[in-house]
């Protein structure tokens, strides 16, 4: 998902991909005429040992998404995720 990596704001190597809301709106969504996406983690606690810390982790997750992805750059309700 190299087009997905926002440039970087001091000339290095851009963030991960998928990590600026405001740049996948403007070059995915706007770009292509999306209405609406569906954001879909990657499942990635459900093979952890202890299951109480893969629900931490997956709670800790959600939390970042939510935050990260419907908070201020959604003013539009455009984005949603499901969790």
Do not use: Q
Not at 8 to 15: E, K, V, Y
Not at 26 to 48: D, N, Q, W
């Amino acid at each position: 998902m190299i087009d997905a990596r926002p440039p970087s704001g001091g000339g290095g190597a851009g963030g991960p991909a998928c990590s600026d809301p405001a740049f996948f709106r403007t070059h995915h969504m706007e770009k292509y005429g999306v209405k609406h996406a569906i954001l879909i983690p990657r499942p990635f606690c459900s093979h952890l040992p202890d299951p109480d810390f893969g629900t931490g982790v997956a709670e800790a997750y959600n939390d970042w998404m939510a935050d990260t992805w419907l908070g201020k750059d959604n003013p539009d309700g455009k984005l949603v995720i499901t969790i």
